[in-house]
């Protein structure tokens, strides 16, 4: 029982990590974006990059979760 909760623990960092990325991510570029609106295409190019990888990183993690969920 005790290795399926660190595995939900585990898979609760999995979710929250990506959470804050995205969070920490489109603050810092809204921010950008009020301080030099001209920038835009920049600011935006940046922010899809980190937050693609960001999920990708979830998903990854998600899926190792899950191939451990079956191993029991």
Known sequence: MSRN????VI???CVLGPC???AAG???SINALGRN???A???FTAMIIALVF????AIIAMLIVFQ???QS
């Open 5 to 8: 909760i660190a595995l939900i």
């Open 11 to 13: 898979f609760g960092f």
């Open 20 to 22: 804050a990325v995205f």
């Open 26 to 28: 489109s603050f810092a």
């Open 37 to 39: 609106p001209s920038s």
């Open 41 to 43: 295409p920049k600011i």
């Open 54 to 57: 960001a999920q990708a990183l």
């Open 68 to 70: 451990l969920f079956s």
